[in-house]
Nanobody
Framework: VQLQASGGGLVQVGGSLRLSCVVS????????IGWFRQAPGKGREAVSC????????YYRNYAKGRFTISRDNAKNTVYLQMNSLKSDDTAVYYC?????????????????WGPGTQVTVSS
């Protein structure tokens, strides 16, 4: 499975961005897809996750009410709409496909990763 994230950029505090993750190469049912982020000097942390069929979504507390995850399986694309961005949201954002356990908060449970996309929120 290959993943490619895009949509990052520079935005002011309070602004919005929509990240996209194109998934290719899967020969099985759609994977659960997670979004993770890594800020400078910090570990990689979960942001949000969506099940293969799109019926179940999960968010970390800091993302609830501000971020929305969705997917269009016809386009093999998962989206992360990020609103009301804060300077603490500055990080490299990655999308990843689950390794068989579905959505979890542990990056080790995700077997395929794409290159990240930089999100910078300026004050």
């Amino acid at each position: 499975v290959q993943l490619q994230a895009s949509g990052g950029g520079l935005v002011q505090v309070g602004g919005s961005l929509r990240l996209s993750c194109v998934v290719s190469g899967s020969t099985s049912d759609p994977h659960s897809i997670g979004w993770f982020r890594q800020a400078p000097g910090k570990g990689r942390e979960a942001v949000s996750c969506i099940s293969g069929g799109g019926h179940n979504t999960y968010y970390r507390n800091y993302a609830k009410g501000r971020f929305t995850i969705s997917r269009d399986n016809a386009k093999n694309t998962v989206y992360l709409q990020m609103n009301s961005l804060k300077s603490d949201d500055t990080a490299v954002y990655y999308c990843a496909a689950d390794g068989g356990l579905g959505c979890t908060n542990d990056p080790a449970d995700f077997s395929s990763w794409g290159p990240g996309t930089q999100v910078t929120v300026s004050s």
